[in-house]
């Protein structure tokens, strides 16, 4: 009788002789009898259970961003991300979200700018920046190389205002001095 390797198991004829029937068929798929517990998905669980997804489009309902969400939960951002796009019942309850959340600012800000008209400088500056931003528009001309020189300066806040009228200044009084050493 010849010898088997070591560490392999006697085979059984049975079931080699079912392998070779059953060569080149697809197995049959196994059907639970009631009697049995459902199987347990094998693998590691979702991050964004049910739950987690639910605190998401809240989250983004009531004003966060997807960035914040994903803190809030626990999570990536990139595991957001991809879920959504794995889910697409998903992605579309967050931009309902996002779009709700626009609606009701908006709304705000509209209600608010009938009693004060900065609510409504405040829409317009955000909505449409290129017209309505806040910015301080300054022309300097100058001599640079005996040619004339037009600068446009867009200075977004008060610190910079301030600082560009003080080298301005500064400038002046450089000239000054300059023309009363050269007299």
Same mark, same amino acid.
């Given at each position: ?6 560490g392999k198991p006697a085979s059984n004829g049975k079931r080699? !002789? !079912? #392998?070779?029937? =059953?060569? &080149? ?10 009697? /049995? ?14 739950? =987690?997804?639910?605190?998401?489009? #809240?989250?983004?309902?009531? &004003?966060?961003?997807? =960035? ?17 796009? #794995?889910?697409?019942?998903?992605? *579309?309850?967050?931009?309902?979200? /996002? ?8 709304q705000n800000v509209k209600r608010a700018g009938k009693e004060?008209? #900065? ?5 317009? *500056?955000?909505?449409?920046?290129? *017209? ?9 001309? &100058? ?6 020189? !037009? ?5 977004? =806040? ?12 500064? !400038? ?5 001095? /300059?023309? *009363?050493?050269?007299?």
């Open positions: 009788m010849a010898q088997r390797p070591k080699q !002789a !079912a #392998r070779k029937t =059953n060569a &080149g068929r697809a197995p049959k798929a196994k059907t639970a009898s009631p009697s /049995e517990p459902p199987r347990r998905p094998v693998g590691r669980p979702r991050a964004l259970d049910a739950a =987690n997804k639910e605190k998401v489009v #809240r989250f983004i309902a009531e &004003g966060g961003s997807q =960035n914040m969400a994903a803190a809030f939960v626990g999570v990536s951002p990139t595991t957001i991300s991809n879920e959504a796009k #794995r889910d697409p019942e998903f992605a *579309e309850r967050m931009q309902a979200a /996002e779009a709700s959340c626009y609606v009701h600012h908006v004060d008209w #900065r609510a409504s400088a405040f829409m317009l *500056e955000r909505k449409y920046p290129e *017209e309505f931003r806040k910015k301080t528009d300054v022309k300097v001309r &100058g001599q640079r190389d005996q040619r004339p020189v !037009a600068r446009q300066y867009l200075i977004h =806040n008060r610190e910079e205002a301030k600082r560009f009228w003080e080298l301005k200044d500064l !400038a002046a009084d450089l000239r000054r001095r /300059e023309d *009363e050493l050269g007299r």
